[in-house]
């Protein structure tokens, strides 16, 4: 079976890697001229989930997804995907029987979602969204005011970290490359602000939304051929340029001057294709044209599935690929504003 690893993992693993030993160094050396939030406070997503699939977004990037038949919890770092003032986290989810092999409800359903942040000289705070399981007496997602896996009564709010309204959760239709959900599927809204720290906006917030058209897709083919190229040069130089609105941001999120300092620190720990892999020709005008396109929750993100910009291990049993999504910029062409990070 291929792995569909990222070439994210060598620089994702740098990322966390940079977080968890830089720390709060570089705040703690008093670096006037750097905007490090890291010093406000971090933030996690917390899921708590049984017999099901669930998809996990962001203000609208997508980060995950999970599948379990028995209970599972899952935590996801979120920071660099917030920003001051309103967020919105969306969980779409399907019951599956794992019995059966359909994703039909039945009563061990049951999902449970929890928001944390860690503030320096304050603490862990954490905020209960959401905790529900299928009732077969009700025939439907029934929610509590404790959770259902037994952790408590749930809490709305922790000092000033709270949810801003109770969780929406409505019917969802959504598609994959081979089926659509289907009609036990939800989506849960959860709204959140953040008034008392200051963050960085990721550069994909604001950005118009986006359809699939011809035009589109002849955009997106023109950008992963860049892509691919920027990969076959191996240049850090040009890696930075094409990449430069996913790491100025990164760079605000981790401390750095700016995102040119990002890239160099992790060339410098991890080779951009690592050494027995080699790139896969450039994406054809077919691949694209014949690709399922994968948006954000929120229709301003897109790329291409499966990735058509890949590279592969000497026998070909192995796969790694970069999970770029593009959105459209102030400047109206498509840049990348989004890796999603398989870690």
């Known amino acids: 079976m291929k792995h569909r690893t990222a070439a994210m993992v060598g620089i994702f693993?740098?990322?966390?890697?940079?977080?968890?030993?830089?720390?709060?160094?570089?705040?703690?050396?008093?670096?006037?001229?750097?905007?490090?939030?890291?010093?406000?406070?971090?933030?996690?997503?917390?899921?708590?989930m049984q017999s099901m699939h669930v998809r996990v977004f962001a203000n609208g990037a997508f980060l995950v997804n999970k599948t379990t038949d028995g209970f599972a919890t899952f935590t996801f770092p979120i920071t660099e995907y917030l920003k001051s003032e309103s967020n919105q986290i969306v969980i779409e989810f399907e019951p599956m029987n794992f019995d059966t092999r359909a994703y039909t409800p039945h009563q061990e359903v049951a999902l449970e979602i929890e928001l944390e942040r860690a503030v320096p000289d304050v603490g862990t705070q954490r905020i209960s969204g959401y905790s529900a399981r299928w009732s077969p007496e009700l025939q439907t997602y029934a929610s509590t005011e404790s959770s259902v896996f037994g952790f408590g009564a749930l809490q709305r709010a922790d000092g000033a970290f709270a949810l801003t309204a109770p969780p929406e959760m409505t019917p969802a239709a959504y598609a994959y490359a081979s089926r659509t959900s289907g009609e036990h599927a939800r989506k849960i809204t959860m709204r959140f602000n953040i008034d008392d720290i200051a963050m960085p906006t990721p550069p994909w917030i604001g950005a118009p939304v986006i359809k699939d058209t011809p035009e589109l897709r002849a955009e997106l083919l023109a950008a992963n051929r860049d892509l691919h190229s920027v990969m076959a040069a191996q240049d850090p130089d040009q890696f930075y340029q094409f990449f430069q609105p996913v790491y100025d941001h990164l760079a605000l999120v981790l401390g750095y001057s700016d995102g040119r300092a990002v890239v160099e620190d992790i060339v410098s720990q991890s080779p951009l294709i690592t050494p027995d892999y080699t790139l896969n020709p450039a994406p054809t005008e077919t691949q694209i044209d014949q690709s399922?396109?994968?948006?954000?929750?929120?229709?301003?993100?897109?790329?291409?599935?499966?990735?058509?910009?890949?590279?592969?291990n000497a026998d070909g049993s192995s796969e790694r690929a970069r999970n770029v999504f593009f959105c459209r910029m102030a400047e109206g062409g498509l840049r990348p504003c989004h890796i999603q990070d398989l870690n």
């Open 13 to 48: 693993t740098a990322l966390i890697t940079i977080f968890i030993t830089f720390g709060y160094t570089q705040a703690d050396e008093g670096t006037d001229d750097m905007t490090d939030i890291r010093a406000g406070g971090t933030y996690s997503l917390i899921l708590r």
């Open 292 to 312: 399922f396109l994968f948006f954000g929750s929120d229709n301003t993100l897109v790329r291409p599935s499966p990735n058509v910009v890949s590279w592969s």
